[in-house]
């Protein structure tokens, strides 16, 4: 059974970074994705970013340039680097995995974290 852990959530001001880990226990092929999603209140959980096989990276239009998403395969843990943050940043931050395609769909994926949170304050 695989788990996922996020941390690394919190409260900046506007223009600060956060770094987000999302650590997994038990197997996650890496054929498949593993991706951050948001939700903020109110809305519809977004994807963010996902890492593809071969280390192939994708961002939404808003965080691209911002957000750096990477993985440490010894340590089978995603991290979700977010610089220059804005207020429209704030969200419920998860991790997911087990999406073999459509990685932008959160029903494409198999495993979720419990979020983590991110405020950031103008």
């Known amino acids: 059974q695989v788990q996922l852990v996020e941390s690394g959530g919190g409260s900046v001001q506007a223009g600060g970074s956060l770094r987000l880990s999302c650590a997994a226990s038990g197997y996650i092929s890496n054929d498949n994705c593993m991706g951050w999603f948001r939700q903020a209140p109110g809305k519809q959980r977004e994807w963010v970013s996902f890492i593809y096989v071969g280390g192939i990276t994708y961002y939404t239009d808003s965080v691209k340039g911002r957000f750096v998403i990477s993985k440490d395969n010894a340590k089978n843990t995603l991290y979700l680097q977010m610089n220059d943050l804005k207020p429209e940043d704030t969200a419920m931050y998860y991790c997911?995995?087990?999406?073999?395609?459509?990685?932008?769909?959160?029903?494409?994926?198999?495993?979720w974290g419990q979020g983590t949170q991110v405020t950031v304050s103008s």
């Open positions: 997911a995995a087990g999406a073999r395609a459509n990685c932008r769909l959160p029903i494409s994926f198999s495993y």
